[in-house]
């Protein structure tokens, strides 16, 4: 079996094939960066617009490199929650057409849950860890979420904590943004943090005092704000790689102290990490140092299956499929959605 995975819901046009192995055939991504990049983040109707240019010839792409027509497929699963509702539409009509043209399964499937999958996915260069179906911590860190949860099994998800206001990434991107450093800032901040000295400026910890998974980043982003409209302009530019250094390893350290207190509290022995933070060279280092401190296994995609992807999708619809959680022609874009138990 074969499943073809949409994903627009935010800026990345993505389509991937993934078999029941669940081994991705083929992944190809139109980025928008440069487009939003003068805006300094995502302008919705833009990218909806680029949506609806890209998408059907990547989809014919995709097939054409993978020498498949659509009668091979046994599933379009594609994200209608949550996301930009302008960019989950593009996806949504033209996988709810094609189903229905090709008489074809659809799947709707959440974006967030589509993260959690994506270390599981495999291809020539990267095979999944075999933890699949255990009960895990998951952390997920994107540009829009910062959440932790405790998957007792697919489709059993327990919140633990999430962030009080921004999300990691955003921050990330925001404060790349007070540096001028450009869009998206994630990956331009663990660039320059790479030669930076990380005990030059001492940023507060969010929430490091309250008892819970709770999550902040805002108060984080407005610290940093304050110090560097007190810097000079020459001093903002020669201590660019220690300010990102410095403000990298409060976000890791925050992020990995609440994971290691629900891997503790929940007595679990696996994590997850997933989303466009992940990519983070910090994040994945320290994770690893975690893991290996407290004897977990650890689940990180490789790069290109931590920020936006359609093979994530499309394994997750494979795996809906096989339980024959299909949806009707009635499936409809959903903004704003929590990853509750489905
Ligand atoms: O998952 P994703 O592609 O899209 C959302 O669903 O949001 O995540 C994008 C986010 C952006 O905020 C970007 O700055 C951040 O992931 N990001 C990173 C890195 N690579 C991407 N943040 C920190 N370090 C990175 N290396
Ligand atoms: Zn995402």
């Known amino acids: 079996m074969v499943v073809l995975g949409i994903e627009t819901s935010c800026d990345d046009t993505s389509v991937a094939l993934v078999n029941s192995s669940r081994q991705v055939l083929a992944l190809e991504t139109a980025n928008q960066d440069k487009v939003h990049k003068p805006f300094g983040g995502v302008v919705p109707e833009i990218a909806g617009r680029n949506h609806s240019q890209f998408l059907l010839p990547i989809i014919d792409s995709v097939l054409t490199k993978s020498k ?6 046994s599933g379009i699963a594609v994200t209608h929650k949550p996301g930009l509702v302008g960019s989950l539409l593009v996806g949504l009509v033209t996988a709810k057409t094609l189903a229905l043209v090709n008489n074809i399964k659809l799947i709707g499937v959440h974006h967030i849950e589509g993260h959690l999958v994506a270390p599981f996915l495999m291809d020539d260069e990267y095979k999944g860890p075999e933890f699949f179906k255990e009960p895990f911590i998951a952390l997920i860190v994107s540009g829009g979420h910062t959440h932790l949860y405790l998957v007792k099994e697919f489709g059993k998800y327990q ?12 921050a990330f ?4 943004k007070m540096l001028s450093l ?29 008892n819970d998974f709770k999550m902040s980043f805002s108060g984080l982003k407005t610290s940093a704000s304050r110090l560097i409209s007190q810097l000079k302009p020459e001093d903002i530019e020669s201590n660019k790689n220690h300010l990102c250094a410095s403000f990298q390893k409060t976000v890791v350290d925050s992020l990995i102290e609440k994971v290691k207190t629900a891997l503790v509290q929940e007595k679990i022995k696996k994590l997850v990490i997933s989303g466009g933070v992940s990519a983070n060279s910090l ?3 320290r994770a690893q140092q975690l893991c290996n401190e407290l004897n977990c296994e650890l689940a990180i995609p490789p790069l290109r299956y931590c920020t936006d992807n359609a ?6 619809g494979m795996m809906k499929l096989q339980q024959g959680l299909t949806s009707g022609q009635d499936l409809s874009p959903i903004p704003y959605a929590d990853l509750q138990n489905i």
């Open 283 to 285: 994040l994945r280092s």
């Open 182 to 210: 450009g869009y998206p800032g994630g990956p331009l901040v663990d660039k320059l943090a790479q030669s930076g000295d990380d005990k030059k400026y001492l940023f507060p910890k969010p929430m490091s005092k309250s």
């Open 68 to 73: 498949m027509e659509l009668k091979d497929i």
């Open 173 to 176: 991107d925001k404060f790349a």
């Open 311 to 316: 093979a994530m999708i499309a394994l997750l």
């Open 159 to 170: 919140l633990l904590g999430q962030t009080i206001d921004d999300a990691a990434g955003e």
